[in-house]
């Protein structure tokens, strides 16, 4: 593909050009014509173009003012928004008949942003299949014990089920990125908790791995807990945020609901 605009550092634009890996993310989508899909960061839409084959209900997300032009030409069917995607209100475009379908490459400098936006509004989202860097990818599937478990890791295994589909070189990219990338697909699981615990559940995470070196004791006395006795929390303290499982991260949750209230500064 001839691509009519350099790509913009400021957006971390890496347009993806080789057909078979684009065929093996269609086929990870899977999508089907009464799907609703969120295509985040088009670029100049080679991805956009095969999803459009499978159906018409497809958002394409760009921030690029020129990219976005060139997609409106390319593409006159796509329903297209200018905006930056973590700016955009997901509770517009969802339908109560249809939960929201998320693809795209994007950007390794707002992974974590654009993944926690969804995790906030999980009941809107089916699932996501992302292109991401595969350091990221890494994190956001490690398990427990290992040096890549972290917010990202407990967070995802608590609200989905996220799997590396594989991995892709950085020869298939314009321009090169200097790292390898993966595909990820992310299915949302159906939360039954209400809003405020899930809340709680993430900031629990964060706290916990605030101090990633020092015990849960240290790192919780160190953060917006810091006035909760967890002596009779049922985890042991000595323990770093590390070693906790999504079960152990879990009963914290509980714990705090029970005892303290939902409500955290």
Same mark, same amino acid.
């Given at each position: *593909?001839?691509?009519?605009?350099?790509?913009?550092?400021?957006?971390?634009?890496?347009? +993806?050009?080789?057909?078979?890996? @684009?065929?093996?993310?269609?086929?990870? /989508?899977?999508?089907?014509?009464?799907? +609703?899909?969120?295509?985040?960061?088009?670029?100049?839409?080679? +991805?956009?173009?095969?999803?459009?084959?499978?159906?018409? %209900? !497809? /958002?394409?997300?760009?921030?690029? %003012?020129? /990219?976005?032009?060139? @997609?409106?030409?390319?593409?006159?069917? +796509?329903? @297209?928004?200018?905006?930056?995607?973590?700016?955009?209100?997901?509770?517009? #475009?969802?339908?109560?008949?249809?939960?929201?379908?998320?693809?795209?490459?994007?950007?390794?400098? /707002?992974?974590?942003?654009? @993944?926690?936006? $969804?995790?906030?509004?999980?009941?809107?989202?089916?699932?996501?299949?992302? *292109?991401?860097? $595969?350091?990221?990818?890494?994190?956001?599937?490690?398990?427990?014990?290992?040096?890549?478990?972290?917010?990202?890791?407990?967070?995802?295994?608590?609200?989905?089920?996220?799997?590396?589909?594989?991995?892709?070189?950085?020869?298939?990219?314009?321009?090169?990125?200097?790292?390898?990338?993966?595909?990820? =697909?992310?299915?949302?699981?159906?939360?039954?908790?209400?809003?405020?615990?899930?809340?709680?559940?993430?900031?629990?995470?964060?706290?916990?791995?605030? %101090?990633?070196?020092?015990?849960?004791?240290?790192? #919780?006395?160190?953060?917006?807990?810091?006035?909760?006795?967890?002596?009779?929390?049922?985890?042991? #303290?000595? !323990?770093?945020?590390?070693?906790?499982?999504?079960?152990?991260?879990?009963?914290? %949750?509980?714990?705090?609901?029970? =005892?303290?209230?939902?409500?955290?500064?």
């Amino acid at each position: *593909m001839k691509f009519q605009n350099k790509p913009k550092k400021r957006f971390g634009q890496n347009f +993806l050009q080789d057909e078979n890996i @684009l065929n093996k993310i269609v086929k990870e /989508i899977n999508p089907q014509p009464d799907d +609703l899909i969120i295509e985040i960061g088009p670029g100049y839409g080679a +991805l956009t173009q095969k999803l459009l084959s499978f159906t018409e %209900n !497809l /958002i394409a997300v760009e921030i690029d %003012n020129e /990219i976005a032009e060139s @997609l409106k030409e390319r593409f006159p069917q +796509l329903n @297209l928004i200018n905006e930056d995607f973590l700016e955009t209100d997901l509770s517009k #475009l969802a339908s109560q008949q249809k939960k929201l379908r998320v693809v795209g490459n994007i950007p390794y400098n /707002i992974t974590s942003p654009i @993944l926690f936006k $969804l995790i906030e509004k999980n009941k809107l989202i089916k699932d996501a299949v992302f *292109m991401v860097q $595969l350091e990221v990818a890494k994190r956001m599937t490690a398990d427990r014990d290992t040096k890549d478990y972290g917010i990202l890791a407990a967070v995802l295994k608590y609200f989905s089920e996220t799997e590396i589909c594989f991995k892709i070189s950085p020869n298939v990219f314009y321009p090169k990125p200097k790292v390898y990338s993966a595909l990820v =697909h992310i299915n949302i699981k159906s939360m039954s908790q209400p809003q405020e615990e899930q809340k709680l559940f993430i900031q629990i995470v964060k706290a916990a791995f605030g %101090n990633r070196r020092k015990t849960l004791k240290n790192s #919780l006395g160190n953060s917006i807990f810091r006035e909760i006795d967890f002596s009779n929390s049922g985890i042991d #303290l000595s !323990l770093r945020a590390e070693n906790l499982s999504v079960d152990d991260f879990i009963a914290l %949750n509980k714990f705090v609901m029970q =005892h303290y209230g939902s409500t955290r500064k």
